[in-house]
């Protein structure tokens, strides 16, 4: 009798009904975001879209980062003033409140820390936070909406930052496929699509690729088992801890709506989702997978992207006379 | 008798009340686009934000012509592939339908005939019409959704333009506060913009500036009564013509909107829209406005914004392997 009490308890244990799947999967669900100061996310978006937070007032976070394209450029590595080509590949911003920390080597602790850094980056909107600063403080409706926001017309870079944090933190996708099934929906996948999600389990891609974002939580070496070549000379988070070990050391990537944020890798080398797939097995865990397999694995993270955010364009108020101009050089 | 009848018959048609504001005053409000084929309208949405119709496949139509900002870019020329400086400012996208016929020259007739213009341009979006369609041919999404627009899956440019044009055909901006004018809302402006429309038809602006449009319809030598000084060498009109008499000669703009579309003129040169109006007061028309003149008439020129189109951004569909990959230089 025993026994066979034991038996019935293993057996719904893993039966990974649609009771369980949330808490035993070791993918979790996106929620939707909220608590959020709607007030701030209406200023964020503007500022989002807000071109005279460059230099040359034509590029914007939408640039890098087009909620039109999962949050990307789908560029091997981003055009930023002068078209200067940037150092490493645009991650999306899509989820992305929920990384562990903001940049591919994770030097900004979040959303709000990593907002001000395009701004003055020479390499991409190429202004200052004086001059972005100075511009909002010229145009009057930003004067009011940021007092109304933030209690005083007192604007700062650290207020930019924190509207468009604000902003972002509305842009999840939930209910994918993938999500539909773990909260119990069991035809929300294909068969094929449940064999390369156990696959992704048992080939150990689970072990750094999993939580909300299926990623996003730790950092590890690009060439874990045998060494990644690329003509990109990032060193990664070293450049952060000024340790040696932690050199060619990422942050490792959502896998959330991965289907849409092609090229791949920390360097876009790669464009297909297959071969990339393919690469990190070999490279990372040391599995070569077979043709079957990868395709597989594949097809369960098409499973991953989500419902996207309507995002309605906000209108930019226009500038005063006291606007300082573009500077196209 | 006679006479006393006269006098109240001359005392009705001028007596400016909303029912004859309508058709007697020269210009025409604003009505909202109709008649439209909502399934071309969202196809051509996707394209006027689609990236990939340019050579980098970062600059898309709403690169130029940003409908956060007025449908226009603010700047004094635009910035396209390879960070080439335009030769002449954007015009606004916004009620282009409306224009006698687009570009500053006139150059082509119709908002179709223009939209697949910027695409193959060296200095906009540096693709070619054949790339272009080869792309779009890549992406099954967009297979299906001209097959579903056009009745069959032939991806032209001609139906890619005829797509974008009739997206464009949605950009009108009803409602300005002169248009609830018009239609006998006598609160609609205050003193100060009455006097300013006064004197805009007084000062013989009028004459060109009419219609829907207030402008858009003619076409006229920049420079009229005396000559227009600019460092920029577009020729206007006579490079369509092939007419020595229609050196620059231009289309005249549309004043809708001229709030936000800042800096004015086709070189983009000056970026006060007072200061503007006093040139164009003296060069086009022989006057020589007062400050308080000036005042007047630019006050009553911000009557003419209007309500903004809601733009929800598109969610793109994603390349295939059969793609043609972007090209940054």
Redesign the interface.
Known sequence: MKYILLIIALTLLSSNTYADRLTSEPIKIIEPANNLNMGMVELGKKLW?E?RLSR???ISCN?CH?????GV???PSS?GH??T?GPINSPTVLNAELNIAQFWNGRARDLQAQASGPIDNPKEMAFTHTLAVETLNSIPQYKNEFTKVFGNDMITIDKVAMAIAEFEKTLRTPNSPFDLWLKGDDNALNQTEKDGYKLFKEKGCIACHSGALVGGSTYQKMGLIKPYYTSNSDVGRSAVTGKDSDKFVFKVPTLRNI??T?PYFHDGAV??LKEAVIIMADLQVGQKLSDDEADKITKFLHSLTGE?P???????P??S?ETP??N?H
């Open positions: 879209f071109p040359s007032n034509f640039s087009n909620l039109a394209k999962g450029d789908n560029l055009i002068e078209w080509i289907s849409l092609y464009w297909s996207h309507k995002v309605t364009l906000p209108q930019l226009p500038s006379a101009k573009p196209m």
